[in-house]
DNA sequence: GGTTGGCATGCGAGACTCGCATGTCTTGGA
DNA sequence: TCCAAGACATGCGAGTCTCGCATGCCAACC
C-alpha cells in the first residue's frame, strides 16, 4: 500500500469531494479517483459513497479514517524524529574516557555540547583504553576517548579515530621543593628524588624514561589513584609525574612544573567513534567539541 | 511512500541481515536491497551500518523502527477493523420506527440480530414516517421501518425500499361485545357503533374505509394513544380500528378480530435504507432480518 | 431539456520495481 | 598469500504501475 493513497483517503475525506481534493493536493481528479480505487480495492471495501455532488465517507470509511490519520500523523512523527536527530534537537551519545581525562577535558567538552544542544542526552562511563575499545566495537558507547602511545593504539580493537592532542607530562613536587618554581624542569634533575608511581611495573612510563636519560628511579611509593599521590607528594614523601590533562585537579599546596619535552614521550588522546558505520551526528558532533577543547587546553 | 518498504525495513531489522530478511519474505536480495535504499533516500538518513556480515540499525534507524512498527501495527488494525466490520464483527446499525412497529417486529428483529452479532452496536428511535425518512436521508439513521399507503410511501424523500409485509387491520371490541367471537368482521356490521379515532380528520383510515362501505363512522371519542384507546374499549365506550402489528400489546379483556381484508386499504410496511450508497453490511442484515420477523408475523 | 458539476475510465508516456547477473568488499581458511 | 565464501550494491531489461489528458456517464439544477 502506498501511503499516498491514505493521504488522498484522508483528503478527500476532508473535502467530501474528490475533485477539491485533487485541487489541494496538486493532482488531478483522475489520479485522485484512481489513487482512491486503489484503497478501496485494496481495504475490499467502498470507503465513499458516490453522490451525484461529490462523496460521503460510508461506515467502513469512518473505521478506516481513524487509522489512516493516526498512520500518517505517525509518519509526520517519525520524520519529524529523524529530523530532529540529525540537526542534534534529539539523540543519545554514551561517552567512555580514561580517568583524568574526566578531570577537565570529556566535562568540558559535554558542557559544551549540552549548551548548544541541551536535548541530546549525554551519558559517561570511565574506563581503560582496551576496555573503552572492546564497548565501542560492541556499540556500547559511541564515542570513547582514549589515550596511549602510538604501539598501544595500534593494538586496540579498530576504531575510528581523532587525534585531539598529545599530553605533556609534569611532574609535581612538594610546595618548598628546591625546583617547585621552575617553569621546565628536565628529569635527571629528579634523579635523586624518592619517586611516588601509579605502578612498578618495567612498561610504567617513569620507568622508562629514566633509563632513556641513564638513571632507574627510586620508586618509594606505589599508589595508584592521583588524590592519593597528591596527598603524598604534599607530605614531601616524594614527587610524582602527572599527566596534564590532571593537572587541572591539583591541590593548591603542591607544585607541577613541565618535564622537558623531550624527556618523555607523549600520549596521544584521541577520540574513537565505531569503525564500520556513521556516527550519529551527535556523537560526531562531540567529538568535534572534543577536539575544540583539547587545543584550548593544550594550545 | 510504499507501506512495503516499512514492512522490508522492519524485517531487515529483526534479522540483520537483507539476505536473511529477503528469504522471509519472499524477495531477493536485490529487491530488498533496492527498497531499503528507497526508504534511506526517502528519510534521508542512513539506517543500517552495512558491515561485513549483515547489517546494524544506526541510531535512526533505531528512531524509525519504533515509528516503522507502529505504522504497521496499525494498518494491520485497519484491515482487521474493516474485516470486522464486513463480517458483522463491528459496527452500528440506527434503526427508527413507526411507533407499532415496536410493538413485537422491530424488537424481535434487533433481538434475532443480536444473538447471531452481538458484537454490532444497535439504536432506535421512534418517529413518523416523514421524519424517518427525512433522518435517513441526512443520515442520521441506517435503516427506517416505515408504513404507509402506497401514495403516502411515494411522497417520502428517496430511499431505497423493501417490502416487508401488508398490514391488515382489525377492530378492537370490547370483550362482551355482539360480535367478540366472530372470525372475521364486516365494516359495515360495525356502521352503528361509537368510534375511536385517533384523529378526526378525513384522511383517517376510517372514515375513508367507512365511507367506501357506505357510512359515515360516529366517532364518539378521539384518543391519540393506542393504551388509552384500549382503556375507552375495554369499559365499553366504543369500538376501534387496530393495526395488526399493535395485536400483540392488546390487553385481554378486549376482543380483536380481523375485519375483512376487502373493507380496508392495506398499509405497506417497509424497511428503508438510503438511496444512494451501499448499506453497511450489518444494515443490510437487520433489512433481512426484518423481512424475515414480518414473514413470521403476518404468515 | 440543456447545462453544469463531478466521478469513472480508455489510452499512452513515463516512472518505478523486480529478478537476474555481476561487481565489490570483507572475512576466514588453505 | 591467495582463494573461496558471504553479503550488500548495481547495471540492465521486462513487466507493472501511475499519471495526465480527453472523454464518458450520471444526476441535479436552471
Redesign the interface.
Known sequence: ????WLEVFRAVARRGSFTEAAKTLGYTQSAVSRQVAALESD????LF????RGV?L???GR??LD??E??LD??D???H??RA??SLR???VRVGSFATAGVSLVPAAIARLRAAHPDVTVTHADGLARELAARLAS?DL?VAVLNGYPDQIAALPAARLRHLCDEPMLVALPAGHRLARRTTVRLGELADEAWIAGSSSPEETLISAAARQGFRPRISYVVREWIAKQGFVAAGLGVTLVPALAVDSARPDIAVVPLHPKDTPLRGIYAAT?A???P?PAAARLVDVLDDVASDLVG
Chains 1, 2 share one sequence.
Request: aromatic residues 4%.
Open positions: 500500500m502506498d501511503t499516498a481495504m475490499d471495501t467502498v459513497d458516490r453522490l451525484a460521503r460510508t461506515e467502513s473505521f478506516l487509522h489512516a493516526a498512520v505517525r509518519l512523527g517519525a520524520r524524529d529523524v536527530w540529525k534529539a539523540g543519545r556499540s559511541d565505531i564500520d558505520g556513521t550519529s
